[in-house]
């Protein structure tokens, strides 16, 4: 699971649009919407602070949360949030909410480990990463925090695909016509070629003694 769970306060709101969100934000709150599991969409209010700090405080779209609103507890996952493009602050917040069956599609962060024992890696190789985030489809209550490529033994030229990297119980990459590439580990214009090296070593050894004639 992702980051702990956690619970904020809400008011529900009885008018929408425009001018309606505009009034929220005047008195210091955060309109937002909960949607979803089969119910009519829920208008609410949030107080600005808590949800601030909560969304820039990573893992918001992958982390389960419990809304109150107005003494009614409601849980639901982040799915969607606007920024004010100058200063930042949230100016609106889609929620889904979450029932026993619940499936969602999310983005999850790739975290590698064991660069030191890539031998490509350590000849100077760069690992290039082609996707820093993989789609998956999930049980709501089993968001996996983040996924791990291991790349002990990888060398230079070598692809790392979906299929080489264990995945918790549930969770399918969106994507499933391909076993797509998350990262390669590529050769680097600094490094020189095994070939070039070779060649370089065997001119500086001392050329053997010709045989004698006879």
């Given at each position: ?38 119910q009519p969409p ?30 009614k507890k409601i ?122 090296a070779t060649t ?15």
């Amino acid at each position: 699971m992702s980051h702990d769970s956690y619970e904020l306060k809400a008011e529900a709101r009885e008018q929408v649009g425009k001018g309606s969100a505009r009034a929220v934000r005047r008195n210091g709150k955060v309109p937002a919407v909960i949607y979803g599991d089969k119910q009519p969409p829920l208008a609410i209010a949030l107080n600005y602070k808590e949800l601030f700090y909560k969304i820039h405080g990573g893992g918001f779209l992958t982390t389960i949360a419990t809304i109150d609103v107005d003494g009614k507890k409601i849980q639901v996952l982040p799915k969607d949030f606007q920024l004010d493009p100058v200063k930042d602050f949230p100016v609106h917040v889609d929620f889904l909410r979450i029932g026993k069956d619940t499936e969602v599609n999310v983005d999850v962060p790739v975290h590698f480990i064991n660069e030191d024992k890539s031998p490509g890696i350590k000849r100077g190789g760069v690992l290039n990463i082609v996707r820093h985030e993989v789609e998956f489809h999930c049980p709501a209550n089993a968001i996996p925090e983040f996924i791990t490529v291991d790349l002990t033994g990888t060398d230079i030229g070598d692809s790392i695909h979906i299929s080489a990297v264990k995945l918790p119980t549930g969770v399918k990459p969106v994507i499933s016509d391909r076993d797509f590439t998350i990262a390669t580990v590529a050769g680097s214009s600094a490094m020189k070629p095994e070939a070039e090296a070779t060649t370089e070593v065997a001119a500086a050894e001392p050329a053997a003694p010709a045989a004698e004639e006879k």
